[in-house]
């Protein structure tokens, strides 16, 4: 059973878009939020992450908006680059610990 | 640095063999995690370490076994290799920040088919 559910599973977008990943989980122990990017052939690298006690983060292009009454998390990634095309994670984990859960992924792939 | 080295790359066994994925890390980190990668399903924790000596089972450890003697070295154990073990291994490491954030390092993965 998924604990953080993730989607869309795939999406397509243009240079110079906006690139949004929803994620929602069920556990309410959770208290960290990272997202991960996985380039093919490569390990995940961290991308961003958002503790509950925060609404947004922004980090360059890339912003995490947090809802803990819904709970529910998502990624935008600004102003999309084809060098932004990669499977991106979102994840969670109980008091900051490296045990994560993560969704299934979303294949994001940017057009010229 | 290296960060965190995997090896092999790829492995191909027959249903029934064992083998040990190795894993090393140099930038002196007390976790360690062991995560397979199915498609589809995301990561999914096998077995992790907070230290050497110390080893816990993650969300699917069954099939596998793992030991931690330094700080550096985590290897994975699978005995009786089965259809079911074909994944992608990934290995990583981390540190606290102090933060209160965590940052995984993974290594590349080790591709495994079990056929």
């Known amino acids: 059973q998924q604990q953080v559910k993730q989607s869309p599973q795939s999406l397509i977008v243009q240079k110079g878009g906006i690139s949004i990943i929803n994620c929602a989980y069920e556990?309410?122990?959770?208290?960290?939020f990272p997202w991960y990017q996985q380039f093919p052939g490569k390990g995940p690298a961290l991308l961003i992450a958002?503790?509950?006690?925060?609404s947004e983060k922004k980090e360059g292009r890339f912003t995490i908006s947090f809802n803990k009454s819904a709970k529910q998390f998502s990624l935008h990634i600004m102003d999309s680059q084809p060098g932004d095309s990669a499977t991106y994670f979102c994840?969670?984990?109980?008091?900051?610990?490296?045990?994560?859960?993560f969704g299934a992924g979303t294949q994001v792939v940017v057009t010229p | 640095n290296a960060g965190v080295t995997q090896t092999p790359k790829f492995r191909i066994l027959k249903i029934g063999q064992s083998m040990t994925l190795q894993c090393a890390q140099d930038?002196?980190?007390?976790?360690m995690y062991w995560y397979r990668q199915d498609p589809g399903m995301g990561l999914k924790l096998i077995y992790y370490?907070?230290?050497?000596?110390?080893?816990d089972k993650g969300e699917v450890p069954n099939g596998y076994n793992v030991s931690r003697s330094t700080t550096e070295d985590f290897p994975l154990r699978l005995e009786l290799a089965a259809p079911s073990q074909t994944s992608v291994y990934f290995c990583?490491?981390?540190?606290?920040?102090?933060?209160?954030?965590?940052?995984?390092?993974f290594g590349s993965g080790t591709q495994l088919s079990v056929l």
């Open positions: 994840a969670a984990s109980y008091s900051s610990w490296g045990k994560l859960q």
């Open positions: 930038m002196n980190h007390n976790y």
């Open positions: 556990n309410t122990a959770f208290d960290y």
């Open positions: 990583a490491s981390s540190h606290e920040t102090g933060t209160g954030e965590v940052k995984l390092f």
């Open positions: 958002i503790r509950p006690d925060v």
């Open positions: 370490s907070v230290g050497a000596g110390i080893t």
